[in-house]
């Protein structure tokens, strides 16, 4: 079964324009919440987290927003650039795990100039 | 300072052989993941390393699979009497420590095909 979700297999943006990639999940003992963003033929980097704790984290272009209530979080990338184009992976934590990430299947995210 | 290394970056194998795979880690991170990445699938988790012990075997998907990590750095994953579905991007991370928001570091993977 399918604990982390990405519905959305690729979404495209114009260059300047907000990028939303959206994540859904069923385990409530998830814990902690990350993006990972993947260029081909290269590891996935790690972008951006967010605890269980807070509903919004901010670093930069990219904000991670998180809603518990219905097991949601969203990435939002302001203003997208054509560098932004990559794959974009949510993944989880369970609460006493530190380190089993759980993955969703990830989203191609294509900004074009 | 280099990052995490792996090699081969692909293996191409056919049904029944075994095959190896090896992650060098970032220097001095003493936990160390192996993931894989089927095809249309997210990344699936297989073991974990804190030095040379591997607490958690959990994701490894048959006995077919094992890991070992030496000298607390680097790990081969074996896969004997490779089949088909085993075909898939075979990704190392490591982190610091192994603690809750450490960041994992991953690798470029090596690309299975097994014929």
């Known amino acids: 079964d399918q604990q982390v979700k990405q519905n959305s297999p690729s979404l495209s943006v114009q260059e300047g324009r907000i990028s939303i990639l959206n994540c859904d999940y069923t385990n409530s003992m998830f814990d902690y919440f990350l993006w990972y963003k993947k260029y081909p033929a290269e590891g996935p980097t790690f972008l951006i987290s967010i605890s269980s704790i807070k509903d919004k984290n901010e670093d930069g272009r990219f904000t991670v927003f998180l809603n518990k209530s219905a097991k949601h979080l969203s990435l939002h990338i302001v203003p997208s650039q054509p560098g932004d184009s990559a794959v974009y992976f949510c993944?989880?934590?369970?609460?006493?795990?530190?380190?089993?990430?759980?993955f969703g299947k990830g989203t191609l995210l294509t900004v074009n100039p | 300072g280099a990052g995490v290394s792996q090699s081969p970056s692909n293996k191409v194998t056919e049904k029944g052989k075994d095959v190896e795979l090896r992650c060098d880690p970032i220097s001095g991170h003493t936990a160390l993941y192996w993931y894989r990445q089927s095809l249309g699938q997210g990344l699936e988790f297989l073991i974990y390393?804190?030095?040379?012990?591997?607490?958690?075997k959990s994701g490894l998907p048959s006995d077919r699979f094992s890991a070992e990590r030496t000298g607390g750095s680097v790990s081969t994953l074996t896969i004997q009497r490779t089949q088909q579905e085993d075909s898939a991007v075979y990704l190392c991370?490591?982190?610091?420590?192994?603690?809750?928001?450490?960041?994992?570091?991953f690798g470029p993977g090596t690309r299975l095909l097994v014929l």
């Open positions: 993944a989880a934590i369970r609460g006493g795990s530190n380190y089993k990430l759980t």
């Open positions: 991370a490591s982190s610091p420590a192994g603690v809750v928001g450490e960041t994992q570091y």
């Open positions: 390393f804190q030095g040379n012990s591997a607490p958690d």
